[in-house]
């Protein structure tokens, strides 16, 4: 694991290369001055989504049992398969979480000699890691007291799928930092601590109250993780700018 950044000859920015750059902006005017496309690129996306299906549907009543199967096509049926699409997302992005955690924790293990912040071990991050299957596994027991297929892909579920491969793609990026790794823990935490604590409020709303509770013990582990995260974040931060040796010259 590269252990911080380092000064190279980046010339991505715009200051890099004040000639280029002028010239760039001067073709910024030509284009205002020129006729629009007869299809600009927003209309087209409107077009696509009044023609488009929606992403994925829930299995129709007739194929479930439990809570949902017993009340059907109803206003409370049509109102449980909101709840069972968001079950079915978290299950998902926690599902995923567990892949994070052990691309995470392959580099740790991979790192030995690593000074790593804080309390921060491979024991340490595996409990999160084991806090997220067990996650999954109260999910899965959910939707399946509800009546559902905890191996159906929800239309929620396929949404968060494709936000969380971005973060998968930047778990195993080979050459990120122990920063930049935790970076990207840190956004999947506060999207855990945010999401049961909507999958709580919808819960109670539906009058699943044992549920819910059950969520409030998750929520309880995720904020833990969330300021776990952090911190870890923190001090790799501080421990970067501490281990850069001071120039003479600054003094
Ligand atoms: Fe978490």
């Not at 579920?157 to 195993?172: K, P, R, S």
Request: aromatic share 4%.
């Amino acid at each position: 694991m590269q252990d911080r950044i380092k000064l190279g000859a980046n010339r991505t920015g715009i200051a890099s290369s004040p000639m280029h750059s002028e010239a760039m902006l001067s073709g910024l005017d030509l284009q205002e001055g020129s006729p629009h496309p007869a299809i600009g690129a927003a209309d087209l996306r409107a077009s696509y989504r009044d023609e488009a299906e929606p992403v994925g549907s829930m299995p129709p009543p007739n194929t479930l049992r439990g809570v949902v199967g017993a009340v059907g096509e109803s206003l409370k049926g049509r109102r449980m398969h909101i709840l069972l699409d968001k079950l079915g997302e978290r299950a998902a992005y926690e599902r995923s979480g567990v892949r994070l955690y052990d691309a995470f924790l392959q580099r740790l293990s991979a790192a030995v000699d690593a000074a790593l912040p804080g309390d921060m071990s491979i024991e340490t991050v595996q409990a999160i890691r084991n806090d997220e299957v067990a996650h999954f596994t109260l999910l899965v027991e959910a939707i399946e007291k509800l009546g559902g297929d905890a191996t159906v892909q929800t239309p929620c579920a396929d949404m968060t799928a494709v936000a969380g491969m971005g973060l998968i793609q930047a778990m195993n990026e080979a050459r990120a930092t122990l920063a930049q790794s935790l970076q990207v823990l840190m956004t999947a935490e506060l999207v855990d601590v945010a999401s049961w604590e909507l999958l709580i409020s919808l819960a109670t709303q539906l009058d699943q109250d044992e549920l819910a509770r059950r969520f409030a013990v998750a929520l309880d582990h995720e904020n833990m993780h969330l300021e776990r995260v952090r911190g870890w974040l923190e001090l790799a931060l501080e421990n970067d700018v501490a281990l850069l040796a001071p120039d003479p010259d600054d003094a």
